[in-house]
C-alpha cells in the first residue's frame, strides 16, 4: 500500500506560480512511477505530467509543456509539480497518483495510488 497526499494549491493570478507537493508513505516510493493529474468542474481527470522511477523520463501534456515541470527526491519520499505562468484554465483538482508497473503513462487506470487531490485556482 501506498499513501499519498498532496499539498501546495491555492489561489493566484494569472502568470503567477505554485510548486504542488506529493508526500508517499508507506512501500519505497522510489518503486513507483509518478503521475500528477487534475479535474475541472464537470470534465473528466486529465494527465498532467508523469516521471518515471528514478526520475530520468518525464513527459508532459502538452497544454502544460514548458510551463510545468515534474521532479522527485526520493530520499524524501517527495514528488513535485512547479508550476509557471499559470493560466485560468489550469484551474483544477490536482492529484498525484502513483504506478507500479508498466503501463500507459497518461491513462488514469494504469495507476495504483491516488491522493486526495490541492485546489487549484489561477483567477485572471
Known amino acids: 500500500q501506498v499513501q499519498l497526499v498532496e499539498s501546495g494549491g491555492g489561489l493566484v493570478q494569472a502568470g503567477g506560480s505554485l510548486r504542488l507537493s506529493c508526500a508517499a508513505s508507506?512501500?519505497?516510493?522510489?518503486?513507483?512511477?509518478m503521475g500528477w493529474f487534475r479535474q475541472a468542474p464537470g470534465k473528466e481527470r486529465e494527465f498532467v505530467a508523469f516521471i518515471s522511477y528514478g526520475g530520468g523520463t518525464s513527459l508532459y501534456a502538452d497544454s502544460v509543456k514548458a510551463r510545468f515541470a515534474i521532479s522527485r527526491d526520493n530520499a524524501k519520499n517527495l514528488v513535485y509539480l512547479q508550476m509557471n505562468s499559470l493560466k485560468p484554465e489550469d484551474t483544477a483538482v490536482y492529484y498525484c497518483?502513483?504506478?507500479?508497473?508498466?503501463?500507459?503513462?497518461?491513462?488514469?487506470?494504469?495507476?495504483?495510488?491516488w491522493g486526495q487531490g490541492t485546489q487549484v485556482t489561477v483567477s485572471s
Open positions: 497518483a502513483a504506478r507500479r508497473y508498466t503501463g500507459t503513462y497518461y491513462d488514469t487506470k494504469s495507476y495504483d495510488y
Open positions: 508507506g512501500r519505497p516510493s522510489n518503486n513507483y512511477a
